[in-house]
């Protein structure tokens, strides 16, 4: 989102961090060598007039009242691609290339709960992996 910080970070651009894969932007990042992931700004409350159809029917469906853990979730940007971060792997799930990003963070952050929800349901997911090899019944 323009015009908003993280931690020494001017956050300029919705795309800066796509168009800078390095992106050391702050005195912390340059010091250590590496970008800190969480640069957007977390705190961000969601926009509910910016939810998408699918979350809109998962929240629904799971009988919530508002995102719920899903508020956690942001689009962020792994060497200048876009991409979610999974708690239940620890890493970055790349968005595909084919999908063309909104041009504000509050519908990057919708489409970014969206498509980690279909990521964890989905067969590909390593924790369905898992489930299919350990499970009894």
Request: hydrophobic share 45%.
């Given at each position: 989102m323009a015009g908003t910080q993280y931690r020494g970070s001017e956050i300029e651009d919705v795309d800066?961090?796509?168009k800078?894969?390095?992106g050391l932007a702050s005195e912390r990042e340059k010091e250590i060598g590496q970008h800190i992931g969480y640069r957007?700004?977390?705190n961000l409350v969601p926009d509910y007039e910016r939810i998408t159809p699918f979350l809109k029917k998962y929240?629904?469906?799971m009988g919530w009242d508002d995102l719920n853990w899903l508020e956690?979730?942001?689009m962020g940007y792994e060497e200048g691609a876009a991409a979610v971060f999974d708690r239940n792997i620890n890493g970055w799930v790349r968005v595909p290339e084919h999908i063309e990003l909104p041009d504000n963070q509050q519908d990057r952050d919708?489409?970014?709960?969206e498509l980690l929800v279909k990521f964890q349901m989905s067969d590909r997911h390593p924790l369905g992996t898992l489930r299919k090899a350990y499970?009894?019944?």
């Open positions: 800066q961090f796509r800078d894969a390095k957007y700004d977390v929240i629904e469906v956690d979730i942001h919708m489409l970014a709960r499970s009894k019944f």
